[in-house]
């Protein structure tokens, strides 16, 4: 007789709280009793803050949120762990876009009364080990049920004022650059969304740390925290966003942001597509290109950089140069033959019909 599943119904929400603050405590135990800003956190109706360390005179405090759900984030490749550290990491990187150090993390879970007890479990471990890997502490949030996985993530972080960085500031004759490769995520979600037939045929043709990598960045990507950190305090970036939703899409942001008639003109042969993108692509027909330009999820930044200041910031930064903002009030992407094209804006939207 197979033995009976437990489940987190069998709990409650009190049990299920009380276990999030045990494995808390295992976890980041040292962590939480050194960190200068945390005077009460989970355990209590709200955590407590005391932002007299961080200087508020000199510094913003930065909020953002951001929330997952299983039919539209979570491919069911996706472990209960990777689900975890994934909400962790969409909302640290949108803060680290500002410059910011994050501070903590709320964190609010809507779950099916029937998910195994153990995979809330892992679920939490993924949460846990992302918090800990960008030193970002657990301050608290809520439990619910819900027909399916939502995660709900509200991150507080801090800047200095005169280093807050935003899309808004960029210049007619900056550097634009990107700080690393962009598409593998897109090839990593075109192989775990493929059909069962598909995902062999790949393996039999291609290497298994090409299809390893790829599948990697989709499923456990990571946000830049030090980038942020060195882009802002270098005081010559103008403007940053992470890379979430496509490079076209993040250029019209920032053009979008700004008072100015901007436009943003790119170079074919400068965008950073590795070869895993390349042979990924052409195993599904997909334009390697235009998997960097529209289909998001690469948590790499987009810069713009003062040009005199290219070379020293190079010097700190990982950062392939793509292209250069102009005056056209256009976006523009010049092919590898050197014709310039009108770049279509795009990306990945929720609720776009």
């Known amino acids: 007789m197979p033995s009976k599943k437990h489940i987190i119904s069998d709990l409650g929400e ?3 709280i009380h276990r999030i603050i045990k494995k808390t405590h295992n976890l980041q135990q040292d962590y939480y009793s ?19 360390e961080i200087g508020p005179s000199k510094n913003f405090l930065v909020v953002s949120s951001d929330m997952l759900l299983a039919k539209t984030h979570f491919p069911s490749q996706m472990s209960p762990r990777e689900k975890g550290w994934k909400i962790v990491t969409v909302n640290v990187s949108d803060i680290s876009a500002m410059g910011a150090i994050p501070q903590g993390l709320i964190l609010s879970i809507g779950l099916p009364g029937n998910m195994e007890i153990r995979h809330f479990d892992e679920l939490m471990e993924g949460v846990l080990e992302a918090c800990n890997y960008y030193h970002t502490p657990l301050l608290g949030g809520d439990t619910n049920e819900s027909s399916q996985m939502v995660l709900s993530g509200t991150i507080i972080g801090s800047v200095e004022k005169s280093k807050a960085m935003m899309k808004s500031g960029a210049q007619p004759g900056d550097i634009v650059a990107v700080s690393g490769d962009l598409g593998l995520a897109a090839a990593g979600f075109e192989i775990l969304l ?3 037939q598909d995902q062999q045929k790949i393996k039999s043709i291609l290497p298994e740390k090409i299809i390893k990598k790829a599948t990697k960045k989709a499923l456990k990507p990571e946000a830049r925290i030090k980038e942020g950190i060195i882009a802002a305090q270098s005081g010559n970036v103008t ?3 992470d890379i979430t939703d496509g490079l076209a899409s993040e250029m019209e942001e920032i053009l979008k942001a700004s008072d100015l008639p901007l436009g943003i003109r790119i170079y074919e042969d400068k ?9 990924i692509g052409n195993f599904f027909s997909k334009d390697p290109l235009e998997m960097a330009l529209y289909y998001g999820e690469d948590f790499e930044f987009l810069l713009c950089i003062k040009k005199d200041a290219l070379a020293s910031l190079k010097d700190k930064l990982k950062l392939v140069v793509v292209g250069e903002v102009t005056s056209t009030g256009k976006m523009e992407i010049v092919d590898k033959k050197g014709k310039i094209n009108i770049l279509p804006p795009g990306g990945y939207q929720h609720l776009e019909g």
């Open 239 to 241: 403007a940053l966003t």
């Open 271 to 279: 965008i950073p597509l590795p070869e895993e993108v390349k042979k």
């Open 194 to 196: 493929s059909s069962i």
């Open 14 to 16: 009190k049990k299920l």
């Open 34 to 52: 050194k960190h200068p800003l945390i005077k009460k956190s989970l355990g209590d109706d709200a955590a407590l803050m005391d932002l007299s």
